[in-house]
Every structure is written in C-alpha cells, then in structure tokens.
C-alpha cells in the first residue's frame, strides 16, 4: 500500500540577520561584550578582554550582562549596539 | 481543504517510519503516517484552516500553523478529537510567559508538563488514576508527545540543535496528566488559576521530572504536606535556589486525609510556601560551599508567593505517594494556563 504523507517541518527558514561590516581592523576600537551571565563566561570574557587589548590593541570593551539568560539581550543593552565597532556575543555555559 | 506541506510518497507503513526517521523527523519511536486525510480530519474537528497562525516564537521569528501542528499531532497518533488539547496547549507554549525558546534548548533539559481541566478530560477518554505520571491513558500519552514532535520538526528542537539539554528526561517523551476532577473536592487547578468554573482548559509547564515523595504513616495534614515541602527544600539544595511554579500531585490516598481535615488547594499552597524553604548556607552541606560566600543567612522560597504552586489532585486510588515537580529554573519560564476553545479573557462584543 503506498502512502501519501506530509512534511512535518517548518520547510521555510526565517530570514537570518545581516552581519555588519567587518572592520579592517581592532585597533583603536570599541567592542563590547554581551554575556547570558553564565559562571562559566566570566573566565572567558575576562581572558578576550585582555587579549584584545593586549594584542590587537583594541581600546574600549565595554561588557554587559543580559537580565535573562535564556531570553534575547534586553533592550537597552541592543539599543547601546550602534556606539560599538563590534560585538562578542554567542552560546556560553 | 488545501494544504500547503510538501508531500512525500513512500511505498508502504515501513518505508514511512525511514523516511521520517532518516530526516530526523521523530523522537525514535515509530509515528503514524500523517495522510492529508487525516491531517485535514484534526483540522476539521478543531474548525481550525490549515493557514491559521497560532502564533510566532519570538526568537528565532519561527512560525507555527495549524496544518503543520496538525501534521505532528498525527504522527504523535493523536485521534482529531485531541487536537483542540494540542493547539490549545502549543498557543499556550508560545505565550511570551513561558519563553518557549531559553524552555526547549536550555541545558537545564527540562519538559513540557501539562495538567488537563474540565469536561473534554472525559470526552477524549483522558484518566487522572492509575499511573497518572506514566502511561496511563491514550490520550495523556498523544497530546504530550504531540507537543514534543511539534518542538522537534516546527522548531528544529532537536538534541545537539536547538536542544541543548545535558540529561533531558523521560517526560520528554510525553508528560501530560488530567486532573482527577471527580475524586476530589478541591477546586481544579484550571479554576484556581482563574478558568471560568466548568470551562476545559491546560496549563503548561516547563517542569524538571517528578520527585516521587511517600509518607502513609500519618493523617494530619501539616505531616503530610511536610514532606512535600521538605522535598522541595531538597530540590532548592540539590538544584537551583530559584524560586518559580513548582506542582506538587497529589494522589487520593492522602489527599482524603487533606480533605478530610478541610484543607483547599489554598491552604495548602499558603503552608508550603511557608515551609518550602532554605537558608542558603545549606548549600555548603551538598558541596556547594564556593557559592554561599557571605551569604549563608539569606532564605530562599521556592515559591514567590502561594499561587506559584500548583496543586493538581492526581494518581491512583492506593498509596502513600506524592510527587512534586520542578521548575526548569526559577520563574524565567512561568506556568500558562489557557482555555480551550473559548477566549476567556476577549473583549465582549459590541451591540
């Protein structure tokens, strides 16, 4: 007996975001951090704190910590995104 | 009834289960074919179109409709006279409340815990007896894991993808309880959470596994509840201090002895937001003590307030036993509780 059966998926992706334009460089910039404020990112983030500065001469990481970590950067936190040359954020545990 | 999902052809019931699992598309226990026929039937029965938009996760922007629920209700072998539960209880996940995305791909690895009310328990056959947590009836079992394959195929909640989840456990297979209405005189926990008085309803969760609890060796209340409190102070030590929905099941056995002593849902709720509590330094005797720091002194409920808890009046005639079931983690995914086939809460029509 042949069956006819349906895809279950979504089948359409949403639409990603688009990345901003990659600076040519770190030096002299801004880069903030955005932590989901787990224990195990403050090690981390203390270490690419020193490394961009150390090595690539960034001059400004301005580090912040969303108030959920299971939930989007809250808002005043993305509002703050525009004032940065670039952003570190990503799955931390 | 047009529907808009791509359309496969596999030669017989064998082929069906490989395709489904070979694109990942099951939770590894064989599904039924979900045949347009019968996606159309759930669709029909809940007079719901297949375009419908019950609603988008915010995200990651996905969106959810009818048809493509219905699809996984099929294959979860839901009836159609179980789909209004799903798509009552899947509008309720994607209430902004319960955070459906951090819920599902959390490395906390919690489940979709759902507590049925009102009169569609009986219609669709689901029983809040015996084995009220396992395998008791069909459709407790569908409608739980309708939900899961939901998750899995609309929002790619699959292990190692978007499901982060360390352990998991069992109840993500299906995790679905009706409250046992008839055998009680408390209120039902839809009511208590502010359903209309004869209205079907569900609550869901994102719930940890059960703590089963036993203590048939008294029948004053405050013993009884006691020990429900007490392992919920085990749950704030040996997990997270957060507090959040906790449920507690109670089965006849003592819940008879509550109700026998004139104790409702409320003042049960009021007695084990007193009692279900720590001080944090009790973390340093479960080997945590690099997080009490200087602040071994401050206490820590599990429950913000009494109506955090949810009482649900559950489980087989004989028996000692209770349950309490966790929060993933605190309140950042909170308990939605939604009528079925009714808006409880519209505006009234004018004129």
Redesign the interface.
Known sequence: MTFHVLDPTNESTPPLGQLAPRPGSLRGKTVGFISNGKEGTKGFFAHLDRMLREDYGVANVIFRTKSNYSAPADGYITGEIANWDAVITGIGD | MQ?A?????????G??QE??HANG?TDGLPIV????AA?EACLEWAMTPPDFLIGIE??????VTAE?LA??AV?AGCLPMHFPVVLTAFTAMLDERF?M???T???GGCAVFVVLNGPIRREIGASGSFNALGNSDRATAVIGRALR?ALI??M?VRPGEID?STLGHPGKFSYCVAEDEEDTTWQPLAQFRGMPEGASAVTVMAAQAPRQIMNEWTTEPKEILETFAAEMRANLRHYSLRAGNYAIIVPKQLREHLQAAGWTKTDIAEFIHERARIPRREWADVGKSAVVRDRGDSIYSALESPDHLLVVAAGGPAGGFGAIIPPW?GH??QAVTMAIGACVDCEPSKG
């Open positions: 529907l999902s791509k359309t496969y052809t596999a030669e017989d019931i082929a069906v395709l489904y598309w074919p979900p045949t347009p996606v915010p995200v990651r922007a996905q969106p493509k699809i996984n294959m955070l995305h951090g819920a791909a959390s490395t394959l195929n609309i790619q982060r983690l950042k995914s």
